[in-house]
């Protein structure tokens, strides 16, 4: 079935360092591909999205690209900052039923030091 | 704001009650989705409904249930509490049954004692 994995947490960066957190994925079909950030004590929040290939999502600096070819949707920002401390969810829809359901992979959390 | 309400916030029950939880959808959204979320399982889909329809379901157990009404908000049961059920509930709603873009409410904390 469809799945999501994320690359493994936490990660801790300085303020204005690069920021990559690696998403792949299994799916069949055309899934759209999303990543929601989670800050904490609060529910979700769609910060990107792309819908097909090659589609670049962007977001608050945050970046990510559909590769198909390497089934992949990394995140990547430029310089972080604290506030960008948070945990980061890399998801998929487009199920095969045609329902809108989504399919996360475990998370990344994200501690930006000043 | 995302504009989905879910309530109670926390709610702290001891093993083998039931409890229901509530979910408000983003006005003109006809999709709630329901989702939980625990340390050991991370975010799993639970199930969604669409118009009062259940539209598809995930691995949610024989003891939970749920619902939605004609306003469309929607309720998850969750009865025969176990330990094991404590975890963040998330209920999303979205705008159509196959979704391009889901909002999140804030979610409710259930601790099983």
């Known amino acids: 079935g469809n799945s999501v994995t994320q690359m493994e947490g936490p990660v801790t960066l300085s303020e204005e360092a690069f920021l990559t957190i690696n998403c792949t994925y299994t799916?069949?079909?055309?899934?759209?591909l999303f990543w929601y950030v989670q800050y904490p004590g609060e529910g979700l929040q769609l910060l990107l999205k792309?819908?097909?290939?090659?589609d670049k999502g962007s977001n608050k600096g945050f970046e990510a690209t559909y590769r198909k070819e390497t089934t992949s949707f990394h995140l990547e920002k430029g310089s972080v900052q604290v506030s960008d401390s948070a945990v980061y969810f890399c998801?998929?829809?487009?199920?095969?039923?045609?329902?809108?359901?989504?399919?996360f992979g475990q998370g990344t959390t994200l501690q930006v030091k000043p | 704001d995302s504009g989905v309400t879910q309530t109670p916030k926390h709610l702290i029950t001891a093993t083998g009650q039931r409890v229901t939880l509530r979910c408000s959808p983003r006005?003109?959204?006809?999709?709630v989705y329901w989702y939980q979320q625990s340390l050991d399982q991370g975010l799993q889909f639970l199930i969604q409904?669409?118009?009062?329809?259940?539209?598809a379901k995930g691995n949610i157990l024989e003891r939970f249930s749920a619902q939605q009404f004609p306003d469309l908000h929607s309720e998850l049961n969750l009865s025969s509490l176990e330990l094991g059920d404590s975890a963040l509930y998330f209920c999303?709603?979205?705008?159509?049954?196959?979704?391009?873009?889901?909002?999140f409410g804030q979610g409710t904390r259930l601790t099983v004692v």
């Open positions: 999303a709603s979205s705008v159509d049954s196959a979704n391009t873009e889901a909002f």
């Open positions: 799916a069949t079909g055309y899934p759209s």
């Open positions: 792309a819908t097909k290939a090659d």
């Open positions: 998801a998929l829809s487009g199920d095969s039923g045609n329902t809108g359901k989504l399919i």
């Open positions: 006005s003109g959204d006809l999709s």
């Open positions: 409904y669409y118009n009062g329809e259940e539209r």
